[in-house]
């Protein structure tokens, strides 16, 4: 996640890989429905988490002063253990909680409404930054939105991706950029992948944006030699 003020990594988002010995790389969204199928999705998740941890506690030592995010699903959420489970992680590291972001999607809050702003409120309240995903492409009322202890509001890919040839979604995205900031919420563009949408981004005001113009997918490694390089991490 680039910063529109500063033009400097802000944030890395964790994107979870299966390297299979015989499928070659499988995508999340051919693995995770199985895991949540089969009652895997809790441990997957908590594994992604410690693992970001381990990771965020070696950035921040090395003086790279980013937070990480972490995607949770809606087993995640409507898991009334949650918030302990990742209290005790949080013990294990030299890891503050504000140097995470937990993204959740709208679909997610909406399974069980009550018990996910449950969740949410507990972690929010460890100090644990919150993230709606996907913003625009869920079910999710304004009225509830107003509720929800989310610090940050991801606009979707399908309104960034044709923002330069659909004035519609311009409007959507300027409308969206000014509602968030007035509830006090920060606002991070999915999918820019070329210069004016960028520009055009940050003309219309948005805080963050991320996307393979900046960078794609890396591994620890490979991040670690982009930040030796790159303007954006200077």
């Known amino acids: 996640k680039i910063s529109h003020h500063t033009g400097c990594i802000m944030g890395v988002e964790a994107l979870v890989r ?16 199985l895991a949540e199928a089969c009652g895997l999705i809790q441990p997957l998740a908590l594994w992604v988490l410690q693992t970001a941890l381990q990771q ?46 937990f993204e959740i999607t709208e679909s997610a809050v909406m399974a069980e409404p009550a018990r996910a702003l449950d969740t949410l409120t507990k972690l929010n309240k460890m100090g644990i930054q919150l ?10 009322s304004l009225a509830y939105l107003k509720k929800l202890p989310v610090s940050e509001i991801k606009i979707d890919i399908s309104f960034i991706k044709d923002m330069e040839l659909d004035a519609s979604d311009t409007v959507i995205v300027r409308s969206t950029i000014a509602l968030a900031q007035n509830l006090g919420m920060k606002v991070v563009a999915e999918g ?31 991040l670690d030699e982009w930040m030796k390089s790159s303007d954006w991490a200077k």
């Open 56 to 101: 965020s506690e070696k950035w921040h030592a090395a003086g790279h002063q980013f937070s990480v995010s972490i995607n949770f699903s809606t087993r995640n959420l409507l898991d009334g253990d949650l918030p302990v489970r990742v209290a005790k992680l949080l013990a294990s590291y030299h890891v503050r909680p504000e140097w995470l972001v």
């Open 192 to 222: 820019v992948e070329n210069a004016p949408t960028w520009e055009l981004l940050g003309v219309l005001g948005c805080d963050a944006s991320q996307g393979f113009y900046m960078s794609r997918p890396l591994t620890v490694m490979e």
């Open 131 to 140: 993230s709606l995903d996907d913003f625009g492409t869920g079910y999710s």
């Open 18 to 33: 299966w390297h299979h010995p015989q499928r070659g790389l499988v995508a999340p969204d051919e693995f995770i429905p």
